[in-house]
């Protein structure tokens, strides 16, 4: 991978639509290696949704994501995602760049075959966590701001380390050796107060929750307008084991899923075995990680439908945990 980045002069790195910290960081870290061996870069997202984690973040590493990226580069990479349905593949593909694709979501061989280079690593916690390792593998001078951006990505994705592993811990320490960072800094890069609009949203979920007992575990689903992702989240903090959370608006769904560590260290994973169901009923597509998943799509009418067989999938694969 190292020498493919190397034979180019050119790039732009693409990131998936409303980019988290991890994706922003990975693009970020990835970029300042890149500009310190006098190459070209510039970072790209295709629609103008940016979290305010992740503009706090980038406003602590001093960059900027451009809403118009040039696909006319000698390499265009895509960060952080497997999904088509969060970037422009077509743009992509129409490019005559050298394309490369780095993640650590389960890969799907369709959207792999695209690329000419692939360096995937689903055992990864972030998608920095691989960045971090790409640029040991290029000697790369490990500044201050690329260490406090893969922190930053392996904090956020690893839910404040409640999933995070011994390799997630030990490349956090060593970014914030080699950064002189401490972990007072990173919690403050990405530390937004929840805003009252979320609040409610999570207030107006449990009014509107439902519940599965399945044996000793228990499935909780809803539906809001917005914030799917934190709500989904804060389910889990409610009790449950596994929570799908819908939001339709427009002729847009997504749908987001969280599993608790006790179901997803038995083999429990809705990035593989739960979410990839629901892809043709919301006329999208879904994937992710054991215990974090998502589905876009552009069937809102199929929301319940969908919710439903999230729900019966779940049920069956916690009947063999």
């Given at each position: 991978?190292?020498?493919?980045?190397?034979?180019?002069?050119?790039?732009?790195?693409?990131?998936?639509?409303?980019?988290?910290p991890d994706a922003a960081g990975a693009a970020v870290a990835l970029a300042s290696a890149l500009k310190?061996?006098?190459?070209?870069?510039?970072?790209?997202?295709?629609?103008?949704?940016?979290?305010?984690?992740?503009?706090?973040?980038?406003?602590?590493?001093?960059?900027?994501?451009?809403?118009?990226?040039?696909?006319?580069?000698?390499?265009?990479?895509?960060?952080?995602?497997?999904?088509?349905?969060?970037?422009?593949?077509?743009?992509?593909?129409?490019?005559?760049?050298?394309?490369?694709?780095?993640?650590?979501?389960?890969?799907?061989q369709e959207v792999v075959e695209c690329f000419d280079e692939a360096f995937i690593d689903e055992e990864?916690?972030?998608?920095?966590?691989?960045?971090?390792?790409?640029?040991?593998?290029?000697?790369?001078?490990?500044?201050?701001?690329?260490?406090?951006?893969?922190?930053?990505?392996?904090?956020?994705?690893?839910?404040?380390?409640?999933?995070?592993?011994?390799?997630?811990?030990?490349?956090?320490?060593?970014?914030?050796?080699?950064?002189?960072?401490?972990?007072?800094?990173?919690?403050?890069?990405?530390?937004?107060?929840?805003?009252?609009?979320?609040?409610?949203?999570?207030?107006?979920?449990?009014?509107?929750?439902?519940?599965?007992?399945?044996?000793?575990?228990?499935?909780?689903?809803?539906?809001?307008?917005?914030?799917?992702?934190?709500?989904?989240?804060?389910?889990?903090?409610?009790?449950?084991?596994?929570?799908?959370?819908?939001?339709?608006?427009?002729?847009?769904?997504?749908?987001?899923?969280?599993?608790?560590?006790?179901?997803?260290?038995?083999?429990?994973?809705?990035?593989?075995?739960?979410?990839?169901?629901?892809?043709?009923?919301?006329?999208?597509?879904?994937?992710?990680?054991?215990?974090?998943?998502?589905?876009?799509?552009?069937?809102?009418?199929?929301?319940?439908?969908?919710?439903?067989?999230?729900?019966?999938?779940?049920?069956?694969?916690?009947?063999?945990?």
């Open positions: 991978m190292a020498k493919v980045l190397d034979s180019c002069k050119s790039f732009l790195l693409i990131v998936h639509k409303c980019p988290d310190a061996r006098k190459k070209k870069v510039s970072i790209g997202v295709d629609k103008n949704t940016i979290s305010k984690q992740t503009k706090l973040l980038l406003k602590k590493l001093h960059h900027k994501i451009s809403f118009k990226p040039d696909y006319d580069v000698d390499c265009i990479v895509v960060l952080d995602t497997n999904s088509p349905m969060l970037f422009s593949l077509d743009k992509v593909l129409n490019s005559k760049a050298k394309k490369v694709l780095i993640d650590h979501h389960h890969p799907k990864a916690v972030s998608a920095t966590q691989i960045i971090y390792y790409l640029l040991s593998e290029m000697n790369v001078s490990f500044t201050r701001n690329i260490c406090l951006a893969i922190a930053a990505g392996i904090l956020t994705d690893s839910a404040n380390f409640v999933a995070a592993t011994v390799e997630s811990f030990l490349v956090l320490g060593e970014v914030l050796e080699k950064g002189n960072l401490s972990f007072q800094e990173v919690l403050e890069s990405v530390s937004v107060p929840m805003e009252m609009s979320e609040k409610i949203a999570r207030l107006k979920a449990s009014q509107r929750l439902k519940f599965y007992r399945n044996g000793k575990h228990l499935i909780a689903v809803s539906k809001v307008s917005s914030f799917e992702g934190g709500v989904a989240k804060a389910l889990l903090y409610l009790g449950a084991d596994v929570s799908f959370v819908g939001a339709a608006r427009g002729n847009d769904v997504r749908i987001s899923a969280r599993a608790a560590n006790t179901v997803v260290s038995k083999g429990f994973h809705l990035g593989k075995d739960v979410m990839p169901l629901i892809s043709d009923v919301i006329g999208g597509d879904a994937g992710g990680h054991a215990g974090a998943a998502g589905a876009n799509g552009t069937k809102p009418e199929n929301l319940d439908r969908a919710l439903r067989l999230c729900v019966e999938r779940t049920r069956e694969l916690l009947r063999a945990i």
